[in-house]
């Protein structure tokens, strides 16, 4: 009996000893989690449809500002501004889909025209698809469309 009350009271002393210290909720010092961190909400709007058409719209009292919406559920149009910490305001505008995320910005970087042998020899491999089966000519064609956007 005496053993088995030293292991009952070393188990409880060591939950005891584990157990993260009871406090209050942590005060936040002034100037913790930036300028931003008591940012509210001042504006927002929600619209969900049966069929999964949607549009959201929000704006923060920090001057942030979105807005998206979607015909079907699955690709979406929307654009976000926001003030950066350098003082400048960014926008970017952008649409979601079976591209993937394609952002539009002033301050975004441009992609530098495709070389011409590059873009030939796509075109070569669009007339000559090779057999493997996950081999995506739709992706190939996004490709190719992208890349003779660059070069204007």
């Known amino acids: 009996m005496y053993?088995?009350?030293?292991v009952v009271l070393s188990c409880v002393l060591a939950l005891a000893v584990a157990a993260p210290p009871a406090s209050a909720p942590a005060k936040r010092s002034p100037g913790a989690g930036g300028p931003d961190a008591d940012a509210t909400v001042v504006a927002q709007e929600q619209i969900i449809n049966e069929?999964?058409?949607?549009a959201y719209n929000y704006e923060t009292s920090n001057g942030i500002k979105a807005r998206q919406s979607s015909d079907n559920g699955v690709s979406a149009a929307?654009?976000?501004?926001?003030?950066?910490?350098?003082?400048?305001?960014?926008?970017?505008?952008?649409?979601?889909?079976?591209?993937?995320f394609q952002p539009q910005g002033a301050h975004l970087p441009v992609e530098p025209a495709a070389p011409e042998h590059v873009?030939?020899?796509l075109e070569d491999l669009r007339a000559n698809p090779p057999k493997d089966p996950e081999f995506s000519l739709a992706s190939l064609e996004a490709t190719l469309a992208r890349l003779r956007a660059t070069q204007g």
């Open 119 to 121: 873009i030939k020899l």
């Open 51 to 54: 069929g999964g058409s949607y």
């Open 3 to 6: 053993k088995q009350s030293i």
């Open 78 to 100: 929307g654009e976000y501004s926001f003030v950066g910490p350098d003082g400048a305001s960014y926008s970017v505008v952008y649409v979601a889909d079976e591209n993937g």
